[in-house]
């Protein structure tokens, strides 16, 4: 018994599929089956199709009609002629010929078992059989067989929309189509394939000339595979071994069926270099459009990611989140000269000449020539001395030029720099105003290429002084009271104003009058900086002075830092790499704006803070050109416990107005000549060697308002600019903070110093998202903890619990006292 179940068991199972529902994927013989009866008819489409077009008009009577006594021509019969009729007479035309050949490769497919989806053809194909209808249709009417019914109704239908050239057009671009998007053919990858074949058929020749007996076994190489003997034996031109990848080797095999027995001979007689030709000649065409795309693929990995970025996105432009920006119209500024500028009094000229020559000849000083230069303040006279005189003399006869003159702030500069005369200056006595209109409409300052550029007034020759803040690189300005000094301060920031986008200069304004800058107040979030944690930009409190001036230290650290990273040596080049996109933002870079220091009344602010300013401050005057921020600083009273040894020696670039005294004159100038200014706007300027005597350009009060109304009404930044944190000094003092109030976040934030080991409040606000007032007293209780060490200025203070544990530790310890 227990032997048969077996066998009962062995006899049902052949049977069960039989009645099981039937499996539609096809089998391997079911492919073949289906595969030959598609090639087959493919065929027989084919044959009735061509014979068609001897047959059709004789078979046009016997269409439809399938009796058997009628008779038709067609290779294929009654089947034959009506398909036919059917695809080409009432379809496509010619181009149904395309249907047999994509039915017989679809057979092939299935017969050949290929995985190869054919989706793709058949879309094409069905593309170009209505591409070739219409262009048969179009070039072939008389012949409407070609076209087929459809050929010939879009035709016409398209004729009486576009026209004959439209549908040439139309045909092109179809053309165009589908050889870019089907063959993948760009003008790039033509003339590629243009160019190997030519290099290909040099190396052939040259490869003839270095090998005599060129004897390449073709089935010796199949044996062995090892690609590097192939290059060798490229490289040598020497027959060894030739041994081929797979890919090669797979090419090799293909040769018979296509190159057959017929070129045997000359195959042999060619070195192995030529099988590489043949990569792109021999098909599948698949292929070989790959292949195309891989040399594409490989040009784009070899560039250069900035140069990929910006032909993608064009260069950075700073300038972008406020692209509508307008800057301030000319209109804004009032016009003093009231179209009259400088008026050129004859008599004056005549008098004032007169009274030089006979001073002069008083003393016994003859002259040869003398020249008048008339400027909107003072006139210049050049005189030329005869022959023998001294020049000393004269210099010493300024205040009896002066006395003969009846007039003030005579100065005489002898020599004139460069000129060989000797020049006395005689104020007008009509002074005329130079308007900060004419200086920023001034040819100079608007075609002027500099970083900062400041129009600051004119020269006695009349001509716009136009300057390089960035240059200078900072400005020392003195001058009594009431001689210019906050117009001047005025000046220079409106020149800025008008040159230069709030993206790319940022002023920090420091003014303990309180009253001269505060118009600059409407542009805070366009152009001002200020501390994180203060409400107002514009600094008015000299306490805080000291915090700012910090904080632009840490600035100018940070700054370099970048500089460093990027491997720039100033700013100029480093904002240029960045806006080449060579500068990757997640490493920290970022566009750096100018940033410009403007100190009003640095007298009272030495005077209150002493060494606290004037550390940093040298600091900052010593290092900061490089890094892009400039100061400015405005005195009364030019002092030297004001104006010390360390800030002279970094303001080389200095501004006097009218000074009461020729020491205050010298320790502003290292020179004599400010004390002889005639006041309102009357310059000196040195850039470290000459003086120059400049009328500033004047810009009131009321300008300044409608300047700063035009662009405080535009859109702006969400908030002024962020200079860094400065925690100052005295916030780490005295800390026993109770340990009842502390902060919720007390614990968490210690956790965070501890791991990171690195005790700054910006690692808290970024970890624990708090706001910066917050995150500096939760370092100063950490401090009062012990946990954190001191305040250390720029750098991140030190953590003084080493690991977790010991912070554990350290906080049981406290609850148990
Ligand atoms: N460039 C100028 N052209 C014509 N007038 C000027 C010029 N600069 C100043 N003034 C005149 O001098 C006056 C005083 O100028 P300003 O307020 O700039 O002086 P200051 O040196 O800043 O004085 P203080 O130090 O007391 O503030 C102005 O109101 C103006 O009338």
Redesign the pocket.
């Known amino acids: 018994m227990a032997k048969k179940k077996p066998v009962k068991k062995t006899s049902k199972t052949p049977r069960v599929p039989k009645f099981k529902k039937p499996d539609f994927t096809l089998t391997r013989q079911h492919k073949i089956v289906l595969g030959s009866l598609l090639m087959l008819f493919a065929i027989a489409l084919f044959i009735a199709f061509i014979s068609f077009f001897f047959t059709w008009k004789m078979d046009q009577s016997e269409l439809g009609q399938l009796d058997r006594i009628s008779e038709t021509q067609n290779w294929m019969q009654k089947f034959g002629a009506n398909i036919s009729h059917f695809f080409i007479y009432k379809g496509f035309g010619i181009a149904s010929i395309i249907f047999s050949v994509l039915l017989f490769r679809s057979g092939l497919n299935l017969f050949l078992s290929s995985q190869k989806k054919l989706f793709n053809n058949w879309f094409w194909g069905c593309i170009i059989v209505i591409w070739v209808s219409i262009f048969s249709g179009f070039f072939f009417s008389s012949l409407p067989l070609l076209g087929g019914t459809i050929g010939y109704e879009i035709n016409s239908f398209l004729q009486d929309y576009i026209g004959g050239i439209g549908i040439g057009l139309l045909l092109l671009f179809g053309a165009i189509t589908y050889a870019v998007v089907r063959l993948k053919l760009t003008p790039e990858n033509v003339t590629e394939y243009f160019k190997k074949k030519s290099e290909a058929i040099k190396e052939d020749f040259a490869t003839d000339e270095t090998i005599p007996e060129p004897t390449l076994n073709v089935d010796e190489t199949t044996a062995t595979t090892t690609p590097e003997n192939a290059t060798i034996e490229e490289a040598t031109g020497k027959k060894t071994e030739v041994e081929k990848s797979d890919f090669e080797l797979s090419i090799e095999n293909l040769q018979p069926t296509i190159k057959n027995h017929s070129d045997r001979e000359k195959e042999a007689t060619k070195p192995q270099k030529l099988d590489t030709s043949f990569e792109v000649e021999i098909p599948p065409e698949e292929e070989t459009e790959i292949e195309v795309e891989k040399i594409l693929e490989e040009k784009t990995v070899t560039e250069n990611l900035s140069d990929k970025l910006v032909k993608e996105h064009g260069e950075f432009d700073p300038k972008l989140e406020l692209g509508n920006f307008r800057f301030p119209t000319i209109e804004l500024l009032k016009d003093y000269t009231n179209g009259s500028s400088i008026t050129i009094n004859q008599e004056e000229l005549e008098e004032n000449k007169n009274q030089i020559v006979t001073t002069l000849r008083n003393y016994k000083i003859e002259i040869a020539s003398i020249k008048a230069t008339v400027g909107p303040t003072v006139t210049l006279y050049e005189i030329i001395p005869e022959a023998g005189v001294r020049i000393s003399k004269i210099k010493n006869l300024e205040d009896d030029i002066a006395l003969s003159l009846a007039a003030l702030g005579i100065r005489i500069i002898a020599p004139m720099p460069g000129k060989g005369t000797i020049g006395i200056e005689v104020p007008n006595k009509k002074p005329a ?2 308007s900060m209109r004419s200086a920023i409409a001034s040819k100079k300052f608007q075609e002027a290429e500099m970083q900062l550029p400041i129009a600051f007034g004119k020269t006695i020759s009349n001509e716009t002084l136009v300057v390089d803040l960035a240059k200078m690189p900072h400005l020392l300005m003195a ?1 009594a ?8 301060l005025n000046c220079i920031l409106t020149s800025l104003l008008y040159k230069k986008h709030p993206a790319e200069v940022k002023f920090v304004l420091v003014d303990p009058k309180k009253v ?1 800058l505060t118009l600059f107040n409407k542009i805070e979030r366009h152009y001002l900086a200020k501390l994180p944690d203060s409400e107002e930009a514009i600094i008015t409190d000299n306490s805080k002075v000291i915090n700012t001036l910090n904080s632009l230290c840490i600035e100018m650290d940070n700054r370099y830092d970048m500089l460093k990273n990027a491997l720039c040596r100033n700013i100029v080049e480093y904002n240029a790499k960045f806006k080449a996109r060579k500068l990757n933002p997640n490493d920290g870079h970022k566009f750096l704006p100018y940033i410009v220091l403007v100190v009003d009344e640095f007298a009272d602010l030495i005077m209150t803070a002493g060494k606290e300013v004037e550390t940093p401050i040298a600091r900052l005057a010593q290092l900061a050109r490089a890094i892009g921020i400039h100061l400015i600083i405005a005195t ?1 009273r030019p002092s030297v416990n004001v104006i010390t040894g360390m800030i002279k020696a970094n303001f080389p670039a200095r501004v006097a ?1 009218r000074v009461m005294s020729k020491i205050d004159s010298r320790t502003i100038l290292d020179n004599s000549g400010a004390d002889q200014l005639i006041g ?2 009357d310059m000196l300027y040195t850039q470290g060697n000459d003086l120059i005597r400049i ?4 810009v009131d009060t009321p300008e300044v308002e409608k300047i700063t109304d035009f662009i405080g009404a535009q859109k702006a930044y969400p908030d002024a600019h962020i200079l860094p944190e400065y925690v100052g000094e005295e916030s780490g003092i005295s800390l026993d903070i109770d340990i009842s109030d502390r902060d919720k976040l007390f614990r968490q934030a210690a956790e965070v110093i501890v791991i990171a080991q690195q005790g700054s409040a910006s690692l808290l606000q970024r970890k624990l998202k708090l706001g910066y007032n917050r995150a500096g007293r939760i370092i100063d209780q950490l401090e009062a903890a012990g946990i954190v060490g001191q305040f250390e200025g720029s750098k991140a203070r030190q953590v003084l619990v080493p690991d977790i544990l010991a912070l554990e530790q350290l906080l049981e310890n406290e609850k148990n006292e």
């Open positions: 105003i130079v001058g009271t009431g001689q210019g000094k906050s117009v001047g001269e009364q107005f309102r706007g009328q500033c350009a004047f």
